[in-house]
């Protein structure tokens, strides 16, 4: 008997924002007894505490030969306010490891009955046990060379098929490190040698990175990069927890692949399990041997797969603001990239106060800044050294990149003058016009909770990306799929992006509840003197804000104020007071 740990978070928009306060009921799945269940409860970053619990012996996930399966399974009923219920079954928990269960919560305002209206994931058995059909290619598959990539890059995002090419089944659109840490968790254990982990590890980043770099099922008119089947593919499972050591590895590796000497393309490394399939690829059970036998990564690799290959790094990575210089920054550094550390963290700290604020952002890597550092690191699964690294210098980034995109998507949706009514005719691929622009806003905005659906550019426009943001969505709620925007598909969509807004959220009780609509210059009235109210009394301590009368009037020093505020904490400086601007003016005045 062995034992291992679950930890769970709760989290919305894409890892952005934090679901605190909300409970985990979590029983083992064969369990009848409700009583055995524990609850575990979210903290301010969304984060419970470990769980101990029940696993079977290390040694079986050892052991190809072995019968029985070497994990234990959980199930978890999760409830938090202003979100939907979710559950998910199937949690796989190894001997010794950390299973981590993130869990993307979906704001709404409906009040419902426990697990009426919820968001549900099954997770199958892992395909180590499961006598599943295994893709068998040629290395180099025919290239469309009109169409393929000048160079290879890491997407921010790729688009998974969870099914066969032709099959109709929904398409999820994850961060590109996510997308492996979750093939990494379904196709491999995380008991195994860290050598066998990491070459496993370097064939699926390298195979996903090929079918992106050929563009492979763009070109055969797809509207995705890659399947989840492993008669094409290789596995992912929507919604499956990973693990916390190949996350880390996950983490390190990420933008590292497999290239023939001379070539640039990636490898298109097939594997696997060498046990009920064989291939001329890696086999997985193998690399288990030959780690224990003392074989490094790249001897394993080039066991399968010659020794014409070596690893190749990029730092094209898409969705970040500024690639990692290449040395760690720790105490004592100094230099803009310690600034930009600092800044991104300070703005990053606005969604996740447990991490401390930085004061000043100076370019000197001090106490402060490793202390704040440190707390970032816990929070994401990274080691809390104190250092950042390439692991962490990405994953800040990342991160920052997610908040300062959806703030200025709210901050877009509060300047939007639009009542979500019908515009009065459909449109489709080829319409232009403001209602097309205004469809993609809240397309866009619902991207950031529902990974179906695939983010868009806004350029008014109802191109291809339009077109397959459109499908998805449709498919997402059960509407009729046709790419086509007539009125049922346009209320449904004002219906969801509305159900968002309102049910984030908000600071509760004491009248600091978000009046429902935006304050701005010439706003006036009892809210504007709240305003002002909280305002004055951040100004007493920070004073790069002016302090301001309390007139109920929203005139020119107000405006001002609140511009400060936004340029403080790193809020879009609009001078306007939507949602996020007023959360955080009152998460502030109440931390005073």
């Not at 046990?129 to 025919?142: G, H």
């Not at 990420?254 to 001379?262: K, L, P």
């Not at 009368?549 to 809020?571: M, P, R, S, W």
Request: aromatic letters at 12%.
């Amino acid at each position: 008997m062995g034992r291992g740990f679950i930890k769970v978070e709760l989290f919305t928009a894409r890892e952005v924002v934090p679901v605190s306060g909300g409970n985990i009921f979590i029983l083992k799945s064969t369990s009848v007894d409700f009583d055995k269940g524990r609850i575990l409860t979210t903290d301010s970053s969304g984060i419970t505490k470990i769980l101990e619990v029940d696993t079977p012996d290390i040694e079986l996930s050892k052991n190809k030969d072995s019968e029985q399966i070497p994990y234990s399974v959980y199930d978890l009923y999760v409830r938090a306010p202003g979100y939907k219920d979710a559950v998910v079954e199937g949690v796989q928990v190894f001997s010794n490891e950390v299973s981590i269960q993130q869990i993307e919560m979906i704001p709404t305002t409906k009040e419902r009955e426990f697990l009426e209206e919820l968001e549900h994931n099954y997770i199958p058995p892992h395909q180590l046990i499961e006598e599943m059909p295994r893709v068998q290619v040629d290395e180099k598959e025919p290239i469309f060379q009109s169409k393929v990539l000048i160079r290879p890059y890491i997407p921010e995002f790729i688009t998974v098929h969870l099914g066969a090419p032709s099959s109709y089944a929904e398409n999820v659109t994850v961060r590109f490190p996510e997308y492996i840490k979750n093939v990494a968790s379904s196709e491999i254990y995380p008991t195994w040698p860290e050598d066998a982990i990491r070459a496993n590890i370097y064939c699926q980043i390298s195979f996903a990175l090929n079918r992106v770099y050929t563009e492979w099922y763009r070109n055969k008119g797809y509207n995705f990069h890659i399947t989840n089947s492993t008669a094409y593919d290789q596995y992912f499972i929507k919604g499956r927890n990973i693990f916390e050591n190949i996350s880390r590895i996950v983490d390190d590796i990420f933008n590292e692949y497999i290239t023939r000497e001379g070539y640039m393309e990636p490898l298109l490394a097939q594997y696997c399990n060498g046990t009920t399939v064989t291939c001329k690829g890696l086999s997985q059970w193998d690399t288990v041997k030959l780690a224990t036998d003392g074989y490094e990564t790249m001897e394993i690799l080039k066991n399968y797969y010659g020794d014409n290959i070596e690893l190749t790094k990029t730092n094209d990575i898409r969705g970040i603001e500024e690639s990692f210089g290449g040395t760690p920054l720790k105490l004592n550094s100094t230099g803009s990239d310690v600034e930009t550390i600092q800044r991104q963290i300070n703005r990053i700290s606005n969604n996740y106060p447990a991490i401390p604020k930085i004061e000043p952002v100076d370019g000197v890597f001090g106490s402060e800044t490793e202390s704040s550092v440190k707390a970032f690191q816990r929070i994401f699964n990274l080691y809390a050294d104190g250092i950042v690294g390439k692991s962490t210098w990405y994953k800040i980034s990342g991160i920052y990149v997610g908040v300062k995109r959806l703030a200025e998507l709210e901050s877009e949706g509060e300047k939007l003058e639009s009542t979500g009514e019908y515009p009065g005719y459909l449109f489709k691929q080829g319409s232009t016009g403001d209602a097309v622009s205004q469809m993609q806003y809240f397309l866009n905005f619902i991207s950031q909770y529902y990974k179906e659906v695939p983010p868009i550019n806004g350029d008014s426009i109802f191109g291809v990306s339009t077109l397959d943001s459109v499908i998805q969505f449709q498919k997402k709620f059960g509407l009729d799929v046709d790419g086509i925007v007539g009125r049922k598909t346009w209320d449904k969509i004002y219906s969801v992006y509305k159900d968002i807004i309102n049910g984030s959220n908000k600071p509760e009780g004491d009248g600091y509840e978000y009046p429902g609509y935006i304050l701005k210059q010439g706003s006036r009235g009892k809210v504007v003197s709240k305003l002002q109210t909280y305002l004055s009394a951040i100004a007493d301590k920070y004073s790069s804000i002016k302090k301001i009368n309390v007139d109920g009037i929203f005139g020119k020093a107000t405006n001002q104020a609140v511009i400060d505020f936004q340029k403080y904490f790193e809020l879009n400086s609009d001078g306007i007071v939507g949602p996020l601007t007023w959360e955080k003016i009152v998460q502030v005045y109440q931390d005073i």
